[in-house]
T-cell receptor, first 111, second 114 residues
Framework: GESVGLHLPTLSVQEGDNSIINCAYS??????FIWYKQESGKGPQFIID?????DKRQGQRVTVLLNKTVKHLSLQIAATQPGDSAVYFC??????????FGKGTSLLVTP | NAGVMQNPRHLVRRRGQEARLRCSPM?????VYWYRQLPEEGLKFMVY????????ESGMPKERFSAEFPKEGPSILRIQQVVRGDSAAYFC????????????FGPGTRLTVL
């Protein structure tokens, strides 16, 4: 079946560097995408979302890019901090409500 | 404004027992979603409920699993005759509306079946 997948399972960056986490999706019916951050022992926390009529959206230190042509989503984190260490999930909503999560990328920020 | 509440946070059951997981949505939210997360995997959608209605249970196993969201009180995810494969983290989320509305997640219930 169609699914959401991530290119890299782990990513290690130095504090202060920029981080880029990638995600591929295959459900062409999806028109809404979200990035979540999950710290150990906690529930997912919303970071940023983007609709299919946009190709870029910026938040505080985070930017999401959407390339519908190749069905690719990325999350950019500027000036990565130790508190950014977590697992990051992209999710799509082909049904409009049920979130379809990828497997996650573990981001480790080293001092 | 309290977030999504789930209890218990940790639940241990022996095979064959029943597990009841509770979720209280955020104030003002009438849409509840349950997800299951296996170790080192993403969350998998199980069921979507509104007050007194199951909207979509396509992600929930047909046997032993049931969910409800009564007019009063929390949403309940019930697992009968638990097996070891049911061990997972179960997350509840709530939203104000349905389509493309931000879902706020609770801290999860970690179920361990011995």
């Amino acid at each position: 079946g169609e699914s959401v997948g991530l290119h890299l399972p782990t990513l290690s960056v130095q504090e202060g560097d920029n981080s880029i986490i990638n995600c591929a999706y295959s459900n062409s019916a999806s028109d809404y995408f979200i990035w979540y951050k999950q710290e150990s022992g906690k529930g997912p926390q919303f970071i940023i979302d983007i609709r299919s009529n946009m190709d870029k959206r910026q938040g505080q230190r985070v930017t999401v890019l959407l390339n519908k042509t190749v069905k690719h989503l990325s999350l950019q984190i500027a000036a990565t901090q130790p508190g950014d260490s977590a697992v990051y999930f992209c999710a799509e909503t082909p049904s409009g409500y049920a979130l379809n999560f990828g497997k996650g990328t573990s981001l480790l920020v080293t001092p | 404004n309290a977030g999504v509440m789930q209890n218990p946070r940790h639940l241990v059951r022996r095979r064959g027992q029943e597990a009841r997981l509770r979720c209280s949505p955020m104030k003002g939210h009438s849409h509840v979603y349950w997800y299951r997360q296996l170790p080192e995997e993403g969350l998998k959608f199980m069921v979507y409920l509104q007050k007194e209605n199951i909207i979509d249970e396509s992600g929930m196993p047909k046997e032993r699993f049931s969910a409800e969201f009564p007019k009063e009180g929390p949403s309940i995810l019930r697992i009968q005759q638990v097996v070891r494969g049911d061990s997972a983290a179960y997350f509840c989320a709530s939203s104000r509306g349905n389509r493309d509305n931000e879902q706020f997640f609770g801290p999860g219930t970690r179920l361990t079946v011995l």
